[in-house]
């Protein structure tokens, strides 16, 4: 399930920690950034057992409304949304309840959490249309919690509050990990009963040996990189980079030179992508160039076995270009509040607090 858009983002994330809370332990920090990914199997697994809670939860009150219509003698409310074929077999998943076993957190102690999901769920067109619906197959009860999903689930402001409570790993996670919790739900098989097989913390041992190395390699190899950002970067001031750009480029850097097999366009593409997401709005285009610029002068200079394409020529720029480029300049925006400086800055490890 680790996959390595989120094995970069742990490495952004605890990168950036590792320079701002002077505790540079490189051991520690490995130990930091296998825990962090690890909570990130554990949303999955939790996310997946959200499912199974509403869905207890909805029984619970298909059955108090039954009792009440049986006292009062009116007609018995449905129970095909609380008896959901996909939600049952989930629920009787040997693997997920092995996960929850050894867990300390449970729904159960976030009730209101569940409770006010199904009000929204209950009141959603998708709700309706599915207790209409006279489909009783598998698919049906699969393809409405996949709906619900991504529906009600996937962008959920009052879910990621619950969350963020839980593990301050899981803000930037959820994104990612929702992802893979609807890739599960479409996986699932009948057939397959309480043995479907869920997705394993990592794909294989080369993504975790990924992990490693490349955080390795972008700490212990900081000086170079950052060196060779600066003999890169005469036509770019480099002086106005934000601290989250130098961090983000050094781990780029230290993937196109550790990692033979990945292309250079592959890596300038993904942490331009991250510096969108974790630093300024000009972020973006300024690391895209200086990546471009820094890849050439690697391979120019023999330090880099890689080939790219050749450069676009650049438009030659206007005067009201230039007029709004002069007003943008000293007004670059502060980086947003990111879990990275939230581990940075936090007092005690989440690993003593388990």
């Not at 296998?34 to 997946?48: H, Q, R, T």
């Not at 529906?151 to 790993?169: F, G, H, M, R, W």
């Not at 990189?225 to 980079?241: I, K, V």
């Amino acid at each position: 399930m680790i996959n390595r858009e989120l094995i970069r983002i742990k490495i952004v994330q605890l990168t950036y920690a590792y320079y701002q809370n002077g505790n540079r332990n490189m051991d520690n920090a490995e130990k930091e950034l296998l825990f962090s990914l690890a909570k990130a199997y554990d949303l999955y697994n939790y996310l997946l057992a959200l499912i199974v809670s509403i869905t207890q939860e909805e029984r619970h009150r298909v059955e108090i409304a039954a009792n009440r219509a049986t006292r009062e003698g009116a007609e018995a409310p449905s129970a095909r949304f609380a008896n959901n074929k996909f939600a049952v077999q989930l629920e009787e998943n040997k693997q997920l309840n092995l996960f929850m076993e050894s867990q300390k957190r449970r729904w159960e102690d976030d009730m209101e959490a569940v409770r006010k999901l199904c009000d929204q769920i209950e009141q959603s067109t998708i709700y309706q249309e599915y207790m209409d619906s006279d489909d009783d197959s598998y698919e049906a009860d699969r393809e409405v919690w996949r709906k619900i999903y991504r529906t009600l689930i996937q962008e959920n402001p009052d879910l990621d509050a619950v969350l963020e409570e839980k593990s301050l790993y899981w803000n930037d996670d959820k994104e990612v990990v929702d992802t893979f919790v609807i890739k599960t739900i479409k996986r699932f098989d009948p057939a397959n009963k309480a043995d479907q097989e869920l997705l394993p913390e990592y794909r294989d041992e080369e993504d975790r040996d990924f992990a490693l190395k490349l955080f390795r390699s972008t700490i212990l190899n900081a000086d170079d990189y950052q060196r060779y950002m600066s003999e890169s970067s005469r036509n770019w001031d480099f002086s106005r980079l934000a601290y989250m750009d130098v961090v983000i480029m050094q781990i780029a850097i230290a993937e196109m030179l550790t990692f033979p097999n990945i292309p250079v366009t592959v890596t300038i593409n993904e942490y331009v992508d991250l510096a969108k997401l974790y630093s300024t709005p000009r972020s973006g285009g300024y690391i895209n160039g200086m990546l471009d610029t820094i890849a050439r002068h690697l391979i120019q200079t023999g330090k880099m076995m890689k080939t790219m394409p050749e450069p676009r020529p650049r438009r030659p720029r206007n005067d009201c270009q230039d007029e709004r480029a002069l007003r943008r300049e000293g007004r670059r925006p502060t980086i947003a509040q990111t879990s990275a400086q939230r581990v940075a800055n936090r007092q005690q490890p989440e690993t003593e607090q388990q």
